[in-house]
């Protein structure tokens, strides 16, 4: 499939798994890649378009005025800054700027959001397993979060053990504490442990819930691309938000 095409179904989010495979490659393989999408992505953010078709004609009349201001040496990203301004200074998207999101993200947050299962401590007693985490685990399941994100803290405190982090801002997230769950998440994704992109799906929701729909939206396209988690959801979520 051609590289546009390629790019045009990413962003829209529906690639098929083969696809994902060639857009990977791509991806890889070329650096300006990655410089279109978040060009493309935020436009798309701004106009409310999620079609590059759509995105040309808007962008089209725009387009002369932009080159002739800017210089040759400007390196690309400047002059998408400057596209993008002229769009906004001239009114086009003019309502979509000043009320970017139409749609409710609190609710999406809500339909959306399900604390993690624990697949990592089995709630049951064995000598070889640590208590402190059998308990806290146990607080978990019996939807005490506050108990729960104390204790997993304690916990992450004494052991360093990656994966407490999510089941800490899990917990948090279930008491509607966003605020404080996504550093946590944001901690965790940099250690790449196994679970990482689950911290991707639940900071892609916090920031969501906290109304940061541009870097929900960013979380949710690093998850459709690498396709390892909630890819459905995450592709059903994309198509609402854009």
């Known amino acids: ?14 690639l098929t798994p083969e696809e994902v495979k ?13 410089e279109k999408i978040v060009f493309l992505e935020n436009l798309s953010i701004v106009t409310g378009a999620s079609d590059r078709q759509q995105l040309r004609a808007q962008f089209s009349v725009f387009e002369t005025k932009a080159t002739n201001t800017t210089n040759t040496s400007f390196p690309t990203y ?12 001239i009114g086009f998207g003019a309502i979509s700027f000043f ?8 609710k999406l947050y809500n339909s959306y959001f399900s604390p993690y299962k624990n697949v990592v401590t089995p709630i049951i007693r064995e000598e070889s397993t640590n208590k402190e985490e059998i308990a806290a685990f146990k ?16 916990l992450y405190q004494q052991t360093q053990k990656s994966y407490l982090l999510l089941y800490q801002a899990n917990a948090l997230l279930a008491v509607k504490d966003s605020d404080c769950a ?3 998440l944001e901690q ?6 196994q679970l990482s992109d689950r911290s991707k799906w639940y900071l892609a929701l916090a920031y969501l819930k906290e109304d940061r729909r541009a870097e929900s939206v960013f979380l949710l396209q690093e998850l459709l691309r690498r396709g390892t988690f909630k890819q459905k959801d995450a592709t059903t979520l994309l198509r609402k938000l854009q």
């Open 182 to 184: 996504i550093p946590l």
């Open 99 to 106: 009320d970017p999101f139409t749609v409710d993200t609190q």
């Open 139 to 154: 607080h978990y399941k019996n939807q005490e979060y506050h108990i729960a994100a104390h204790k997993f803290d304690s």
């Open 1 to 14: 499939m051609e590289p546009n095409k390629l790019i045009d179904k990413y962003i829209q989010g529906r």
């Open 22 to 34: 060639q857009f990977n490659t791509l991806f890889e393989e070329d650096p300006s890649v990655e």
């Open 188 to 193: 965790h994704i940099t250690l790449k442990d």
């Open 78 to 89: 400047k002059k998408y800054g400057i596209l993008i301004s002229i769009i906004l200074l």
